[in-house]
């Protein structure tokens, strides 16, 4: 990343190596320190960093852990929930009220909940010349989307969604992508201004990546904005069961954007693997995290084929650009709709301590009355 507008690929390599460090190393103590602050702060737990967040040079910066899953997790998830008021001799139009209250504070309190795979993570280049080179190999995984849900998907480089690519305008970029899956796929820049015989279509601009081949890409990273990057062939199975990722392009001058603090980025998917962000469903979705005064950008990202309204308890989004290209007049909202396809970025100024809900607000996509699932995670805001 190039948070401070700086070019230095050694700087960025330290701070992507620093910020994996600092979650190692903090995983237990920032999961006690912010599960005491927010139970005096909201009567729930909260926890740690998403993992697709990212400091910004200079500013005060937030440890990024993975949080522990309490023994209770999973059966926080609606499955589990309906299993458990199953065995216990009442359906889910018998639950009572307290077996549902039950149910929506076991939820909470196993949030974040641990599972195996973490997505989004930064990819480091390597360099030919003035080149940078990013390798991608697409092959199918089992994703672990709750606690005890684990499902098949496909993926880039093991993870969903795939890594962060994040360039800086201006570079010369090479995507090698070799594809290890039984069927042939195509990797399209989404929202990247490139030459035609990049753009990623089998049959339009390029013949399709068969099982065992190796396409590259080459082109300029002209426009900056929050991008991304996923199959164009049987997208509809490809790209909802995990072939997507972020593609970021840092504006040479910074200034063109807001200031902030953190950097989140928030992929939005639905259908093969129910309703995740960044590749998982609530209770395991991680929590944005900052201190008060801070403030944090979110870019959201919808891969999935559904319509995703989100809404941000207790302070108001600063929208400021949509599909990469900065708008002419900001606006304000606590809801901001994000269709399919779309990209928009937002500023969140922090005033206000404490854990704020942070959701999906078509409410099939992220609570029952087995609690919440799906679309749901927190902004932490420490004071």
Not at 17 to 45: F, S
Not at 268 to 283: C, Q, R, V, W, Y
Not at 329 to 354: F, H, K, M, S, Y
Request: hydrophobic share 40%.
């Amino acid at each position: 990343m190039n948070d401070t507008g700086t070019t230095a690929d050694g700087a960025r390599e330290d701070r992507a190596a620093q910020t994996a460090a600092q979650r190692l190393q903090t995983r237990r103590t920032r999961r006690e320190v912010l599960r005491g602050g927010a139970a005096a702060a909201a009567g729930v737990a909260a926890v740690g960093l998403a993992g697709c967040a990212r400091p910004v040079p200079g500013a005060a910066a937030v440890a990024a852990p993975t949080a522990t899953q309490p023994a209770h997790a999973a059966a926080a998830t609606p499955a589990a929930a309906a299993a458990h008021a199953s065995a216990s001799g009442s359906g889910p139009d018998e639950t009572t009220w307290q077996e549902m209250d039950r149910m929506h504070e076991a939820g909470i309190k196993a949030f974040p909940a641990e599972t195996k795979g973490l997505g989004g993570q930064p990819l480091a280049p390597t360099m030919d010349g003035d080149v940078k080179v990013f390798a991608l190999a697409c092959g199918r995984v089992d994703w672990e989307v709750e606690p005890g849900k684990t499902l098949e998907a496909l993926a880039y480089n093991g993870q969903v969604p795939g890594p962060e690519i994040r360039v800086t305008e201006g570079d010369t970029v090479r995507l090698v992508v070799t594809n290890e899956l039984t069927e042939s796929t195509a990797v399209h820049m989404h929202g990247v201004m490139l030459p035609n015989a990049m753009d990623g279509v089998p049959f339009i601009t390029q013949p399709p990546i068969r099982p065992g081949e190796t396409f590259t890409y080459e082109f300029v990273a002209r426009n900056p904005g929050s991008h991304m990057y996923h199959a164009h062939h049987n997208s509809a199975k490809q790209v909802t069961r995990g072939l997507l990722g972020p593609f970021i392009i840092e504006p040479k001058d910074r200034a063109q954007d807001p200031a902030y603090d953190r950097d989140y980025t928030l992929i939005l998917n639905d259908s093969a693997h129910g309703f995740t962000i960044n590749g998982k469903g609530f209770p395991a979705t991680q929590p944005l995290t900052a201190k008060l005064g801070q403030k944090v950008r979110i870019r959201y990202m919808n891969e999935g084929v559904m319509i995703h309204p989100m809404h941000l308890h207790g302070m108001p989004q600063l929208v400021f650009a949509k599909d990469g290209w900065n708008l002419p007049q900001p606006w304000r909202c606590d809801t901001l709709n994000v269709a399919p396809g779309e990209r928009w970025d937002a500023i969140v100024d922090c005033t206000e301590p404490g854990v704020w809900a942070f959701h999906c607000h078509i409410l099939t996509h992220a609570e029952s009355e087995h609690g919440m699932f799906g679309m749901v995670t927190a902004l932490v805001v420490e004071a």
